[in-house]
């Protein structure tokens, strides 16, 4: 069956998923890249930016993993880039250049509605304008079966927490204090929403932690 | 030198040090006990209750670290007692019974000022009306060059990190979610205040954070 699943969700030890002020120099916020340090050392990462070599490991594992029977994705504004409010044009098509890692359908969650992008690789941008509900239907129209992976940011995995529509999480926490940012937890009863810890593994890089939806 | 520590802390994954609620029948709030679970399973803590047995791993390595070298402890008023508001009498005398844990002087910090009460075994409880500074220099003072340990909860904890005078903490991190109670990180800029995650040990009842500030 269909899952909705986050991957690879990278954290600080104090729950910050990103730095402060994102911008086009600072896709991921100030400081935000060092709470991805662990990806781009893993062999997937590499591999999907067109690098060699990289470590073959734990976190190698959960990196491919992440992105194992992914059907579709969904993504926060933010995290398709740093424009806001409405498209000045159509110019920006991500960060990721004309070959993005995705390779399947992906749903922008925007307030501006925007023609789908068919990029190459077999990635295509869908900007979605009435929230996750929608978002989550047509990506599982698209998915053919397979799981749903909702990216980021941390507003949108925290919309979909909320919604109980996560039924597996995977946080990746590196052993760094971000201070500031955007905090994943900050609001979020994840205990009452009926997630446990059910998997925890830590490696050199980082602790990663597996959430899952008691059903 | 002597050096202001905070010990075997105890935290949630999503970073709570206590649930809400605290009450005569939940010291630590509703759900806090679980949290704590590490160190109620070690000979370390068991002895310290008059218990027989308990594991001797790295957790215990670690509770036992957290007593080690330590000559005044400083407490919150929560963590002193469920009693809120000026006291009513002499009649609460902390949550340990005639002879608590501590065998040296605690300073715990309250709005209620209060004849100091001498227990069993070496503890003697003093009450500080004129904030954390006071209660520091009198902890020094009493600590005959031993190190001081600010105990908690987690405002109390906040308040001696914001005015960057813990120089090592000891946080241990339970593989659950609490949801909701009192968040260490709420409001709280680690990196800014200069601290880093020195160690980290992950054991199969939690994770062990070190965090010392960069001087």
Not at 39 to 67: C, I, L, P, W, Y
Not at 175 to 190: H, I, Q, R, S, W
């Amino acid at each position: 069956m269909s899952r909705v699943c986050a991957g690879a969700f990278s954290l600080s030890l104090d729950g910050f998923g990103a730095g402060p002020d994102q911008s086009l120099e600072n896709p991921l916020g100030v400081n935000g890249m060092v709470l991805h340090e662990w990806a781009f050392k893993t062999r997937t990462f590499r591999t999907m930016f067109g690098q060699e070599g990289g470590e073959t490991g734990v976190d190698d594992q959960f990196a491919a993993r992440s992105f194992e029977n992914v059907g579709a994705w969904i993504l926060g504004r933010n995290m398709f880039g740093p424009v806001r409010g409405p498209w000045p044009d159509e110019h920006w098509k991500g960060w990721w250049g004309a070959n993005p890692p995705y390779h399947v359908p992906v749903f922008v969650l925007t307030h501006y509605a925007r023609a789908p992008i068919v990029m190459e690789g077999g990635t295509t941008f869908h900007f979605i304008t009435d929230g996750i509900e929608s978002a989550l239907r047509q990506a599982q129209a698209a998915a053919g079966g397979k799981d749903i992976r909702v990216g980021g940011g941390v507003s949108t995995v925290q919309q979909f927490l909320r919604a109980g529509q996560i039924d597996e999480m995977h946080l990746a926490v590196a052993p760094v204090f971000l201070g500031a940012g955007e905090n994943l937890f900050a609001g979020l009863d994840l205990r009452a929403l009926g997630y446990v810890c059910a998997e925890r593994i830590s490696t050199a890089n980082t602790i990663h932690l597996i959430a899952k939806k008691q059903r």
